[in-house]
């Protein structure tokens, strides 16, 4: 199993100390991400203009004088304990937070999504209880969500081998996911700050999200590790989707009229 930061985003005054720390850790980031092949690109929400390399992006917002910053999936895991040490500093709002826990299982279970609804719905009978769905794939895998899409704790679940498109890597997984918004967010880096081992912390966060259920999803917290053979993804490989991904198709059309060798002499360069 493996569990991680997985999205960080936050905004801070601009002018400010923290404001040029983060400017400064985005744009080294952005660096990592464009050497891995990534293309920025600009992006604007909610009043924040920016750009946005892979998992990465960095916006302004000029009448409300706010830098905002957003890290996700690899780069979170990565800079994790920063993030969480930032989060928690004064003036510094948190948007939203996500934590997962992938747990591969010995054995394909398919029913892991609909069998965690139905607990959800066996202790609402009575009280007040996050609202829970479950989506039946078809085949295609199953969700659950806890909680509504504009409420500051969402719960998710699904086959992540599936969700994947049947990377062996996420052969017999199952992802759990918690998206903390607003106060929860801040109040869950507080906690990922105070503990010295990041992962431990984590899987303490996403376990007591379970336990109401009766569900445990990782057995022992402490005992947080990936499978053997795992392990992310290398700018090399990321490189590598980047190639097969967005220069792939324009390839495979030239090469039709041309040649692979064409191809070939054209990426060796002179």
Same mark, same amino acid.
Request: overall charge negative.
């Given at each position: 199993?493996?569990?991680?930061?997985? @999205?960080?985003?936050?905004?801070?005054?601009? *002018?400010?100390?923290?404001?040029?720390? !983060?400017?400064?850790?985005?744009?080294?980031?952005?660096?990592?991400?464009?050497?891995?092949?990534?293309?920025?690109?600009?992006?604007?929400?909610?009043?924040?203009?920016?750009?946005?390399?892979?998992?990465?992006?960095?916006?302004?917002?000029?009448?409300?004088?706010?830098?905002?910053?957003?890290?996700?999936?690899?780069?979170?895991?990565?800079?994790?304990?920063?993030?969480?040490?930032?989060?928690?500093?004064?003036?510094?709002?948190?948007?939203?937070?996500?934590?997962?826990?992938?747990? @591969?299982?010995?054995?394909?279970?398919?029913?892991?999504?609909?069998?965690?609804?139905?607990?959800?719905?066996?202790?609402?009978? *009575?009280?007040?209880?996050?609202?829970?769905?479950? !989506?039946?794939?078809?085949?295609?895998?199953?969700?659950?969500?806890?909680?509504?899409?504009?409420?500051?704790?969402?719960?998710?679940?699904?086959?992540?081998?599936?969700?994947? *498109? *049947?990377?062996?890597?996420?052969? @017999?997984?199952?992802?759990?996911?918690?998206?903390?918004?607003?106060?929860?967010?801040?109040?869950?880096?507080?906690?990922?700050?105070?503990?010295?081992?990041?992962?431990?912390?984590?899987?303490?966060?996403?376990?007591?999200?379970?336990?109401?259920?009766?569900?445990?999803? !990782?057995?022992?917290?402490?005992?947080?590790?990936?499978?053997?053979?795992?392990?992310?993804?290398?700018?090399?490989?990321?490189?590598?989707? @980047?190639?097969?991904?967005?220069?792939?198709?324009?390839?495979?059309?030239?090469?039709?009229?041309?040649?692979?060798?064409?191809?070939?002499?054209?990426?060796?360069?002179?």
């Amino acid at each position: 199993m493996e569990v991680g930061l997985d @999205w960080w985003q936050a905004s801070v005054p601009g *002018g400010t100390i923290t404001a040029e720390e !983060i400017e400064h850790f985005a744009n080294e980031l952005r660096a990592q991400e464009e050497q891995a092949g990534f293309i920025a690109k600009s992006l604007s929400v909610h009043g924040y203009f920016g750009w946005s390399v892979g998992a990465v992006a960095l916006l302004r917002h000029d009448q409300k004088n706010r830098v905002m910053l957003k890290v996700s999936s690899d780069l979170c895991y990565a800079h994790q304990m920063y993030l969480a040490s930032i989060g928690v500093e004064q003036g510094v709002s948190v948007t939203r937070v996500d934590v997962q826990a992938t747990v @591969w299982y010995t054995m394909y279970i398919p029913g892991v999504a609909e069998e965690l609804a139905n607990r959800v719905e066996a202790v609402r009978q *009575g009280r007040q209880q996050p609202r829970v769905t479950w !989506i039946n794939g078809k085949g295609a895998g199953d969700t659950t969500y806890i909680g509504a899409p504009a409420s500051d704790k969402r719960i998710r679940i699904y086959d992540k081998y599936k969700e994947s *498109g *049947g990377d062996d890597d996420y052969r @017999w997984a199952w992802r759990y996911e918690v998206q903390y918004r607003s106060t929860y967010a801040k109040e869950v880096l507080k906690r990922i700050a105070d503990k010295l081992e990041v992962d431990e912390a984590i899987a303490g966060i996403i376990n007591s999200e379970f336990a109401p259920y009766g569900h445990m999803v !990782i057995p022992d917290a402490k005992v947080v590790q990936k499978p053997a053979g795992m392990r992310r993804d290398s700018d090399i490989n990321r490189r590598m989707a @980047w190639l097969k991904n967005q220069v792939g198709p324009a390839a495979r059309e030239v090469a039709y009229q041309y040649g692979w060798d064409t191809i070939l002499e054209l990426l060796k360069g002179d």
